[in-house]
């Protein structure tokens, strides 16, 4: 009979800084989805400056880069920062707290992106008024997040290191509560759409087979007034 696995929730900082270095490795049928959907909702233009907000290890920052954008990356976790400075050293970086006043001026930014952080965050309808702040007149704002049905059925964010299983929580907002959010904070244009699992997840990702054909992701796209 096999042990037992380890079980141990931490908080968001603590948990981040644990998986930083082997997230990229860590086979996730939602990340899959995020770095398959996320970037081309945002469709960057050259020399546009864009925020992502919840950086993690810099893969969306790379393909800012690659769209010959201007990216710059905010995070509340110190590891996950130090693995996207070892892969882009030229990219502005900076610790932030998405849960407290944004370190940066007012208009600075043509477009926000926002990744799979909102299930980890208590007041977005304050952050959603930061980035609305932040934006440039018509500045556009992508926001994904692990779909609300999945949180709300219990799922959340997880990894295993040395036999120990991590559990980093999900906060359980709506569908409802993020359109809102974004409507009362001044965004227009607001657009949600929803992607499950498929066949081309599930033929890389075995353990994805449970998750076929439900809705995992899920993605506001919005523009400042």
């Known amino acids: 009979m096999s042990k037992p696995k380890l079980m141990r929730r931490v908080g968001v900082r603590e948990g981040y800084d644990a998986w930083a270095e082997s997230y990229d490795g860590t086979a996730n049928p939602l990340v899959a989805l995020d770095r398959r959907h996320t970037l081309a909702v945002l469709a960057p233009k050259p020399r546009e400056a864009i925020l992502d907000a919840g950086c993690g290890t810099g893969v969306h920052l790379g ?4 769209s010959r ?22 990219v502005p970086l900076a610790q932030a707290d998405l849960e407290q006043s944004l370190p940066a001026k007012f208009g600075r930014f043509d477009a926000i992106l926002c990744a799979l952080v909102g299930e ?106």
């Not at 393909?63 to 690659?66: I, N, V």
């Not at 590891?79 to 882009?88: P, S």
């Open 63 to 66: 393909a800012l880069l690659k």
């Open 120 to 225: 980890h965050l208590e007041h977005i309808a304050m952050l959603f008024r930061e980035f609305y702040g932040l934006l440039r007149p018509a500045g556009r704002l992508v926001f994904s997040v692990f779909h609300p049905e999945m949180a709300a059925a219990g799922l959340e964010a997880n990894f295993e290191r040395a036999g120990v299983e991590y559990r980093l929580g999900a906060r359980t907002h709506t569908v409802a509560d993020y359109l809102s959010f974004a409507h009362d904070a001044g965004f227009r244009k607001i657009v949600s759409n929803e992607f499950g699992v498929d066949s081309r997840i599930v033929s890389d990702i075995q353990a994805a087979k449970k998750y076929l054909n439900h809705p995992l992701l899920f993605i506001i796209s919005a523009q400042a007034g």
């Open 69 to 90: 954008s201007r990216p710059f990356g905010f995070d509340l976790s110190r590891g996950m920062l130090k693995v996207a400075r070892r892969r882009l050293p030229a």
